[in-house]
């Protein structure tokens, strides 16, 4: 069955740098494009990044261009998000998720890494 | 970019009713839309894509309809499992964008 298990979150400084990781299973992950989607506490879904299944094709939302990088190694089957200027709004909850082979939904989520930026 | 707008943004209902939910795209998207239910707590999950594709496993009672601008969900005959958030999600293009949400509660 397909897992996806995030790991990396936790509270840092604003200005400061974290590294989400997620590890992917019971699916052939480099077959797949995989997306970060974040929600804030109390708040509704923000996409934030895709990246394709060979890690050539990759969009970011507006709020994050420039600050995080997404990328992947399919032969550890792990997608990755280096968040660095981390502001308070990006404070959020942090999901892996795996965007469906016949439209660009999201047909399985992770369970979330928390993220907080405070000082 | 594309804005999604969904209304209402919360709304009580009594068991065995009908409800609809409506999302609007601020340009054309075709088909592009699906649905995603987030129960309290939970993760959310993909219930319709295309507009109006039941994804598998998710109850009949739950309908999608529209293209272009309007779309609708609609739950017939609400029940108390499905008190959650609805979000709709454009998918057409980058950037992918959810509707801010709407909170359906059993009245």
């Known amino acids: 069955q397909v897992q996806l298990v995030e790991s990396g979150g936790g509270l840092v400084k604003p200005g400061g740098s974290l590294r989400l990781s997620c590890a992917a299973s019971?699916?052939?992950?480099?077959?797949?494009?995989m997306s970060w989607i974040r929600q804030a506490p109390g708040k509704g879904l923000e996409w934030v990044s895709y990246?394709?299944?060979?890690?050539?094709?990759?969009y970011y939302a507006d709020s994050v261009k420039g600050r995080f990088t997404i990328s992947r190694d399919n032969a550890k089957n792990s997608l990755y998000l280096q968040m660095n200027s981390l502001r308070a709004e990006d404070t959020a909850v942090y999901y892996c998720?795996?965007?469906?082979?016949?439209?660009?939904?999201?047909?399985?989520w992770g369970q979330g890494t928390l993220v907080t930026v405070s000082s | 970019d594309i804005q999604m707008t969904q209304s209402p943004s919360s709304l009580s209902a009594s068991v065995g009713d009908r409800v609809t939910i409506t999302c609007r795209a601020s340009?054309?998207?075709?088909?592009?839309l699906a649905w995603y239910q987030q129960k309290p707590g939970k993760v959310p999950k993909l219930l319709i894509y295309?507009?109006?594709t039941l994804q598998s496993g998710v109850p009949s009672r739950f309908d999608g309809g529209g293209s272009g601008t309007d779309f609708t969900l609609t739950i017939n005959s609400l029940q108390p499992e499905d008190v959650a958030t609805y979000y709709c999600?454009?998918?057409?293009?980058?950037?992918?964008?959810f509707g801010q949400g709407t909170k359906v509660e059993i009245k």
């Open positions: 340009q054309g998207i075709s088909n592009h």
């Open positions: 019971g699916f052939t992950f480099s077959d797949y494009y």
């Open positions: 999600q454009k998918y057409n293009s980058a950037p992918w964008t």
């Open positions: 998720a795996r965007e469906s082979s016949t439209s660009r939904t999201i047909d399985y």
């Open positions: 990246i394709s299944g060979s890690g050539y094709n990759i």
């Open positions: 295309a507009a109006s």
